[in-house]
Each structure stands twice: as structure tokens, then as C-alpha cells.
């Protein structure tokens, strides 16, 4: 498998194009990812309770006929929590996608992100679908589906399936109220590969748990956000088979896509100024130490030493002892930037010159090991920071 230059379009059969329409003051908006032939789909969303009509209606969508052709998106107004109307307007948003590319409305999928219970300006939809392309700025489109992110998000792989070569690529936006269990984030994932809609449904649920499943900024959850995965069969290569080796392959190239976004995701976190990597080991089974490593990067309490720069392991040990997992309290170890501060649940001396420096980078490195079995589990997330208390304080302002 080799990372390439790219983005949402690189598959064979796709473009895509971004804009400025209005939901926004200036920035890019409003996006569509289109294929050229009706493609499988699999999808994966909120845990929110509260559902947007833009995930309502892309479910339905997808459970007719088990294929899009498109994805449309606004950023800036989330159509959540807008009652009758919101569900009208995400419809509309939908018919009227579909009536611009002559296809069926439920080839298109609608997703929405941004402020809450504000009703979908279909002013700015017009606007938006009335300059956009086929073939527009496929680089807009990943630039279109930010709201507070400060980046965007992408990447491109490539892999030999079989005799073909197979493209897969992937954006995504999440900067605040990203927490574990799949909610708080958009990513769209295109492919080029020909593989059935069920076994694309089960690689995602596969990957997503020990992908975006495993990242946290706040522990909020959103009411908008989701997963989606393209494949339009383009190469035209043999239809992949489960328990196959092309499925290997393919499952190990959205592995690499999803991990990638779920970390430049948690880096991004609002207000971030850390990337905090935990790794954990030694647990009895492999979802115990996900939860301990999702435990430990979901603390407030880490989080807010990590910021200070504070080399104070208490805080890790207590969130280990919080995760909710069979433990030998006896014989835990944790290094924290490289440097071990915990052996055999007692406190091991470094030097305090090199910790500030280890802690002053922007990426932490946290390990965990609980010497209880094989299991294995890693969780990522960001420093608490002001910014975020800025950012979210004023963020209808």
C-alpha cells in the first residue's frame, strides 16, 4: 500500500467540487461528491438520540436501494432540531441534488453540519446548486464541510487487488464535541473497487471501532454526523469476496484511511495545542484496553495536565483505575512521553529537565501496560486548552 497526493475525487468514477454559498460570511460552505455510476454504500452514525433530518433522510436513502450517487453537503447550519420543516428542507435539499444530476433521489445522500436549531436557509441551497460542478475543485470539497476546524482533512491510498490497482480516499471535519462511539464528525470515504454494499457495511462497522471510535476532544456527542463509504466498482476489477485475500487488502486500506483521519481529527481538537496518543497493552482482552485508553484520553483531569505541561501521572493512574476493566492494581506500568513514571503500580524517578522537554512537543505519547493478557487498544485526543473555552463560548457570535 503506498499514501499518495490526492483527494475525495482520486478514485476512478468520482469528482467533486466546493464553494462559498452563503450558509457562511466567507468561507467555502457548500460541496457535492459525485460518481459517475451509482456506487455501494455503507455508512456508520451519531449515537446522539437527537437525530438531524439530514441523517434521517440519508438512511432512508440508502436502506431503498442499497446505492448512492452522490453526497451533498452545507456546513455552517446543522438542520438539527428543526422539527417538520428541517425534515422538508433536508428532503428538498435532496430532490433538488438529484433533479441537477438526473438521478433518482434516493441516489443522494444529505448531510448538514454547524449550528443547531436553525432552520436550513434554501436560499443558499439554490445558490450553492446553481454554481456547483461535476467536475469542479475536487480540493474545495474538503475545505466546504469545515466549521471550526483550522485544517482540512484528507488522504489518498493506493493497493494492488488482485491484478488491479485500486484507489480509496478520504476527508473528514471534527474540531469540538468528538467523543467516542461514532458521533461529532463528518467523513466521506470514495473507492474505486467493486465490492457489495453488505460487505462494505461490514468492513466499516470493522474499522470504525478501533478508528473514529476510538478519538475524544470533549466528551460531547453531535446530532448530525456519520461515516459514509463509496464504491463505485470503476476499476472494474472482480467483485470482492469475504474472507478473501482482496478483502484483506481492502479492509487494511480502510484501516489506514480511517486511522489517519481519526488522528488528524482528535490533533485538530478546538483549542488543541497536543495530539495525546495512548497506547495500551496487557489487558485481558483487546476492548478492555480500548477502554482504558479511551478512559485515559477522555479525562478532563489528563487533558488539562497535558495542556500545563504537567508530568502528573496521578492523574493517569486514577483514570486507568476509572475505566471500568478487570485489574492487578499491583502491576501496572506507564511511561508518559517516552519516559517511564509508573513500574509495577509504584513510582519510578526520571529526570525532570528531559520530561518538560518530552511534554513541550506537540504530539504525547502515553503507555499503558496492565499485565493481565494480550489485549491491545489505542485511543487518541487533544490537550484542553483557553482556546476551547473561547471557542465554544462564542460560538453563535
Not at 422539527?83 to 433518482?104: C, F, P, Y
Not at 473497487?193 to 471501532?209: D, F, K, M, R, Y
Not at 463505485?232 to 474472507?243: A, L
Not at 525532570?352 to 487518541?380: C, F
Amino acid at each position: 500500500m503506498k499514501v499518495v497526493d490526492g483527494n475525495i475525487a482520486s478514485p476512478l468514477g468520482f469528482s467533486a467540487d466546493g464553494l462559498h454559498a452563503g450558509f457562511k460570511k466567507k468561507k467555502l460552505d457548500f460541496g457535492w461528491v459525485v460518481s459517475e455510476v451509482p456506487a455501494s454504500v455503507a455508512g456508520v452514525y451519531t449515537t446522539n438520540k437527537v437525530i438531524a433530518p439530514p441523517l434521517l433522510v440519508t438512511k432512508e436513502a440508502i436502506a431503498k436501494g442499497q446505492k448512492l450517487q452522490a453526497v451533498v453537503v452545507n456546513s455552517g447550519v446543522a438542520n438539527s432540531c428543526t422539527g417538520k420543516e428541517g425534515m422538508a428542507n433536508a428532503k428538498k435539499m435532496q430532490s433538488w441534488t438529484a433533479e441537477k444530476l438526473g438521478i433518482a433521489s434516493d441516489l443522494v445522500a444529505v448531510a448538514s453540519t454547524g449550528v443547531i436549531g436553525e432552520q436550513l436557509p434554501m436560499k443558499q441551497v439554490k445558490q450553492g446548486l446553481s454554481k456547483i460542478y461535476v467536475n469542479g475543485n475536487a480540493d474545495d470539497f474538503a475545505q466546504a464541510i469545515l466549521t471550526t476546524d483550522t485544517i482540512s482533512k484528507s488522504v489518498v491510498v493506493k493497493d494492488k487487488i488482485g491484478k488491479d490497482e485500486v484507489t480509496m480516499a478520504g476527508v473528514a471535519k471534527g474540531s469540538g464535541m468528538i467523543h467516542p462511539n461514532m458521533a461529532t464528525m463528518l467523513a466521506f470515504i470514495t473507492c474505486d473497487a467493486t465490492i457489495s454494499s453488505q460487505l462494505l457495511q461490514e468492513a466499516l462497522s470493522q474499522q470504525v471501532e478501533t478508528t473514529f471510535n476510538q478519538i475524544t476532544v470533549d466528551g460531547d456527542t453531535s446530532t448530525n454526523d456519520m461515516v459514509l463509504l463509496l464504491s463505485n466498482g470503476c476499476t472494474q476489477n472482480p467483485e470482492i469476496q469475504p474472507n478473501s485475500p482482496e478483502f484483506e487488502t481492502f479492509s487494511r486500506m480502510l484501516a489506514y484511511v480511517m486511522t489517519d483521519l481519526a488522528k488528524k481529527i482528535a490533533k485538530d481538537g478546538e483549542g488543541a495545542t497536543k495530539l495525546i496518543d495512548v497506547e495500551v497493552e496487557g489487558a485481558k482482552t483487546s476492548q478492555d484496553a480500548r477502554m482504558v485508553a479511551k478512559k485515559i484520553v477522555g479525562s478532563s483531569l489528563v487533558k488539562t495536565a497535558i495542556f500545563g505541561e504537567d508530568p502528573n501521572w496521578g492523574r493517569l493512574i486514577s483514570a486507568v483505575g476509572n475505566a471500568g476493566v478487570s485489574l492487578d492494581v499491583s502491576n501496572i506500568a506507564i511511561s508518559l512521553a517516552g519516559l517511564p513514571v509508573l513500574e509495577a503500580s509504584s513510582p519510578v524517578s526520571f529526570d525532570e529537565e528531559e520530561m518538560r522537554e518530552q511534554l513541550s512537543q506537540d504530539k504525547i505519547n502515553i503507555k499503558v501496560n496492565l499485565h493481565q493478557g494480550q489485549g491491545v487498544g489505542r485511543a487518541w485526543g487533544c490537550d484542553l486548552s483557553y482556546d476551547y473555552v473561547k471557542i465554544n463560548a462564542l460560538y453563535r457570535t
